[in-house]
């Protein structure tokens, strides 16, 4: 099994800045890429950013120049550094990532989506 803990989300005023986090554990083999995505209610998750495992990194226009992601794969970590937040920012933030479990000895499963169960980021004054 694999496990996806996100935190670091809350209210905060506009022109402020949030970081997220999100913590993989379980019996991971590797992780490919990390994102963050995000879900208004009554509209489809979209991508927010990702970052694959060697470093390349892909922003939605909307967030480009404010937020940045990274990855510290010695913990299977990702973080996404909120910065000059506005309201329409205000979502449930969700982290996925594409890993592959370990299967027996020396072996692993295909690479498979994994989704944290969200954090609610409020923008407001």
């Known amino acids: 099994q694999v496990q996806l803990v996100e935190s670091g989300g809350g209210l905060v005023q506009p022109g402020g800045s949030l970081r997220l986090s999100c913590a993989a554990s379980?019996?991971?083999?590797?992780?490919?890429?990390m994102g963050w995505y995000r879900q208004a209610p009554g509209k489809q998750r979209e991508l927010v950013a990702a970052?694959?495992?060697?470093?390349?990194?892909n922003y939605a226009d909307s967030v480009k120049g404010r937020f940045t992601i990274s990855r510290d794969n010695a913990k299977n970590t990702v973080y996404l550094q909120m910065n000059s937040l506005k309201p329409e920012d205000t979502d449930v933030y969700y982290c996925?990532?594409?890993?592959?479990?370990?299967?027996?000895?020396?072996?692993?499963?295909?690479?498979?989506?994994?989704w944290g169960q969200g954090t609610q980021v409020t923008v407001s004054s």
């Open positions: 996925k990532i594409r890993a592959r479990r370990m299967s027996g000895t020396n072996s692993a499963t295909p690479p498979y989506d994994y």
């Open positions: 379980g019996s991971i083999f590797s992780i490919n890429t």
């Open positions: 970052i694959t495992s060697g470093g390349s990194t």
